[in-house]
């Protein structure tokens, strides 16, 4: 009885202290929410793109072509008018996707990248080492279809495509939604794409080298009102990260550090540094904002009906059958 | 001006990248693109699932009627979009513009994926991507006021 009692205190006064509280009801800064890094910007800056920051106005006509471009490539057809046979035909109209109106705005600025380190906003590749992972990795992973487990993880529904559950996490073009969650000791950041759960241990320790789980190994601490969170211990299979906006290594012994602070009620500066010397020759710095959503997150039960899978091996089969 | 007229061939390439590995599986790996196919018909079933929502419509080609699956997009974008169960009720007749699936066996239903899908007058069956409930900061003109 004096437990129950204890615990619909307890409720009561996390109730009191919700998301809209600047601290949590044991005092800790307050993260709780649904978020989204939804944004035009990508992780790299286009070659031809000098500087971190573009104007408004470029910003706007960036924004206003783009949406010009998706109508574009959707196409006009007439009624009755039959599809035809095409080299690629893209797949899917982009009603289908959800990748945002416009470019990530950082204390009033626009970015042209979400690396802000190096400064030319590009990854410090080291290029001989992509040059001989590259390849086979996307072969085995999307060219050879032999074998369920040997697809790519976001086809077999593991985690997401690109990097969205991170670390770092980056935008991709939908479900770019994020519900963090705070209890006494822990953080957890549920990412809806696809259904992984970050658990941050709060001034933890690191599990055994030995133990690699999906996302890294994560352990935080707060440094005034940011929350410092370093992850290491990355799995294997989650080296190579493809997405659309993104295409990164990280390997098994990369260090990756993130910052969450929140700079107002409706905004969380997030900024990461990855250090992997495998697959780079610096370190490499980056900022997002995730911003407060109304949305809710949804549950994105990816196995039970992946019938992509069977798709993709009945047509390798097929193929071979020709 | 230059550095807009850059942006936007780069989106374009972007773009074209993502349209063909859009969703959680690359499209020229599970469709083919020789393969057209253009359905008219009513639908029987929506599943709702993830990754992807796939819909079954009916299709009566001289007087042979074939169920024919249709994979769209992942349903919680599509429910962002402000599409609901109301949207695709059982006995709705679409027109699907979409590739079949490379294994062709048809067992135990053809596949196809859904490029296109619009109502026969041609309006379109699923909205833009405005209004999501996605977080906006003010600066397109044509987002909703919050």
Redesign the interface.
């Known amino acids: 009885m004096k437990k129950s009692l204890l615990t619909a205190f307890i409720f009561f006064i996390g109730a009191l202290f919700s998301s809209e509280s600047k601290t949590t009801w044991f005092g800790d800064p307050n993260l709780q929410g649904t978020?989204?890094n939804?944004s035009l910007t990508?992780l790299e800056r286009?070659?031809?793109?000098e500087g971190l920051i573009?104007s408004?106005q470029?910003?706007?006509?960036?924004?206003y072509?783009?949406?010009q471009?998706?109508e574009a490539?959707?196409g006009e057809?007439?009624?009755g008018e039959?599809?035809?046979?095409?080299?690629?035909?893209?797949?899917?109209?982009?009603?289908?996707?959800?990748?945002?109106?416009?470019l990530l705005?950082i204390e009033n600025n626009y970015r042209s990248s979400v690396i802000t380190y190096p400064e030319d906003g590009k990854l410090p590749r080291k290029l001989w080492r992509w040059a001989i992972n590259g390849p086979l990795t996307i072969y085995k992973m999307?060219v050879r279809?032999d074998h369920p487990e040997e697809r790519?993880l976001?086809?077999r529904?593991i985690v997401?495509?690109g990097s969205s559950g991170g670390p770092p996490m980056l935008n991709v073009?939908?479900?770019?939604?994020y519900q963090i969650v705070q209890s006494p000791g822990y953080v957890v950041i549920l990412v809806?794409m696809?259904h992984d759960a970050r658990i941050i241990k709060i001034n933890g320790k690191h599990n055994p080298e030995s133990m690699k789980p999906w996302l890294g190994d994560s352990i935080g601490y707060w440094e005034g009102e940011t929350l410092v969170v370093k992850t290491k211990n990355m799995h294997p299979q989650q080296q190579f990260r493809a997405g659309?906006?993104h295409q990164i290594f990280i390997s098994e012994n990369a260090l990756i550090e993130e910052r969450f602070t929140r700079t107002s009620q409706?905004e969380i500066l997030y900024q990461f540094i990855v250090n992997d010397e495998k697959f780079y020759n610096d370190a490499w710095k980056g900022e997002m904002l995730f911003?407060?959503?109304?949305?809710k997150i949804?549950?994105?039960?990816?196995h039970?009906?992946?019938?992509?899978?069977e798709?993709?091996l009945?047509?390798?089969?097929?193929?071979e059958n020709q | 001006m230059?550095?807009?007229r850059?942006?936007?061939l780069?989106?374009?390439i972007?773009?074209?990248?993502?349209?063909?590995?859009?969703?959680?599986?690359?499209?020229?790996?599970?469709?083919?693109?020789?393969?057209?196919?253009?359905l008219t018909g009513k639908i029987v079933k929506v599943?709702w699932?993830?990754?992807?929502a796939?819909v079954h419509v009916e299709v009566i080609d001289k007087n042979k009627k074939t169920i024919w699956?249709v994979?769209?997009?992942?349903?919680?974008?599509?429910?962002?979009?402000g599409l609901t169960k109301q949207t695709l009720k059982p006995g709705t007749v679409i027109v699907v513009?979409?590739?079949q699936?490379?294994?062709?066996?048809c067992t135990p239903r053809c596949?196809a994926?859904?490029?296109?899908v619009?109502f026969?007058?041609?309006s379109?069956v699923?909205?833009?991507?405005?209004g999501?409930?996605?977080?906006?900061?003010g600066?397109?003109p044509?987002?909703p006021k919050?």
């Open positions: 978020w989204s939804q990508s286009p070659d031809e793109i573009i408004d470029d910003a706007a006509r960036y924004a072509y783009y949406q471009f998706l490539a959707d057809f007439e009624v039959e599809i035809q046979a095409a080299d690629d035909p893209g797949g899917y109209n982009t009603e289908w996707m959800d990748p945002g109106t416009q705005k999307f279809a790519s976001g086809e529904c997401g495509f073009l939908y479900n770019n939604n809806e696809n659309i906006r409706d911003r407060k959503t109304d949305g949804y549950e994105y039960a990816c039970e009906g992946n019938y992509a899978m798709n993709i009945a047509g390798a089969r097929a193929l | 230059k550095k807009i850059i942006l936007m780069l989106t374009v972007s773009l074209l990248t993502s349209l063909s590995i859009s969703s959680h599986h690359a499209f020229t790996a599970e469709f083919d693109a020789k393969a057209p196919v253009n599943e699932i993830n990754p992807h796939w699956m994979e769209g997009g992942t349903p919680n974008t599509l429910i962002r979009n513009r979409g590739y699936s490379k294994g062709k066996l596949r994926n859904g490029r296109d619009t026969p007058d041609g379109k699923f909205m833009g991507s405005s999501t409930g996605a977080p906006r900061d600066a397109d044509r987002e919050r």
